[in-house]
């Protein structure tokens, strides 16, 4: 697995391990300050120092691991940190699965390694419709609005194109927007999260963001992880949205994180910063997840009031053992 030190990695690695899998994680960097922890939280991953942009050291991970299953979920994810820094995105993000899908081939496990991409639905971009009134499908329009987007759509359709030529077992999983209390606090979502608790204890007195109006398809992280490992059970390699099917604002999440500590008047609370403000904003991300509920059986067990809910708790509960 790539990303172990990610949100999707810790629920991924915890998942894997109650199959019965033995988890190799790829980490980077010798001096990695996520390494002791990882390992601490995740004893039984069995870390591997390598980095997505260096193809030896993605050989030998493949060498040392031998694996049934690859999960490539490593990536520069922030989609405002990619408008800062394109050119390390497309290497990491972009590239890097190129050298993901070529390690396995060059192993001589193409033929019996099966391989996850982490696709996004900012491929989407949140414009062109192709079925107007639904949400995304797996055969919707791409038109991505960042360079997290554009890079992510290279690595969706070099793996497609591995999968073809080359007859690999390779599943793109086009996941919409998935949070949790694992998520980084760069992320909008866990932003307010943490804020809206530290406020709650007096530890903070407002929230800085960028515009409230842009609307997504907010899931459960835990939820969406088992979609992963569900799309390599499945016969067949194949594309897979997963999603909720419903949208909510920025707005409508802070508005229930703070009903959450029981704060109704909250505008006051929120101050706008020009600094987070992007040079071109997806308006709606919406999907379309029949396709994987019909052919995988895959369910969601968190809605976006429990999502909010189930954040919002873990963050204040957080701040206040910072406190003892």
Same mark, same amino acid.
């Given at each position: ?8 990695? *810790? +629920? ?5 391990? #109650? =199959?019965? @899998?033995?988890? $190799? ?6 001096? !990695? ?121 290279? *690595? +969706? ?5 591995? #999968? =073809?030529? @080359?007859?690999? $077992? ?6 919409? !927007? ?147």
């Amino acid at each position: 697995m790539t990303g172990i030190t990610g949100q999707d990695g *810790g +629920h991924l690695a915890e998942l894997l391990h #109650r =199959e019965g @899998y033995r988890v $190799f994680g790829l980490i980077r960097g010798q001096n !990695n300050p996520r390494k002791a922890s990882t390992q601490q939280q995740y004893p039984y991953v069995t870390l591997i120092e390598g980095d997505l942009t260096d193809f030896a050291s993605l050989m030998r991970a493949i060498e040392i691991s031998s694996p049934d299953e690859v999960y490539n979920l490593g990536a520069v994810s922030h989609v405002g940190y990619s408008f800062r820094n394109p050119v390390l995105t497309a290497e990491v993000t972009g590239k890097g699965v190129l050298n993901v899908l070529e390690a396995v081939r060059m192993s001589g496990l193409a033929e019996t390694t099966r391989v996850y991409q982490a696709s996004t639905s900012e491929m989407f971009g949140g414009l062109d419709y192709n079925r107007p009134g639904a949400g995304y499908a797996e055969d919707s329009l791409f038109h991505p609005r960042s360079p997290y987007g554009v890079a992510k759509l290279y *690595g +969706h359709w070099i793996a497609k194109n591995y #999968r =073809e030529s @080359y007859g690999m $077992f390779v599943s793109c999983g086009i996941l919409f !927007n998935h949070e949790g209390e694992r998520r980084g606090p760069e992320f909008v979502t866990r932003k307010i999260t943490q804020s809206v608790a530290r406020i709650s204890l007096g530890l903070q007195d407002h929230i800085e963001l960028g515009d409230l109006w842009p609307k997504r398809d907010w899931g459960y992280a835990g939820d969406y992880v088992r979609g992963m490992w569900q799309m390599l059970q499945h016969n067949e390699a194949d594309d897979f949205v997963l999603a909720s099917g419903t949208t909510h604002s920025v707005e409508e999440f802070l508005e229930r994180a703070f009903l959450e500590v029981g704060i109704t008047d909250w505008r006051p609370l929120v101050k706008q910063n020009p600094d987070f403000l992007r040079p071109a904003e997806v308006d709606v991300l919406l999907g379309d997840p029949s396709k994987a509920e019909t052919v995988l059986g895959w369910r969601r067990d968190v809605d976006f009031p429990g999502l909010v809910s189930l954040m919002v708790k873990h963050d204040v509960t957080e701040q206040k053992s910072l406190l003892l």
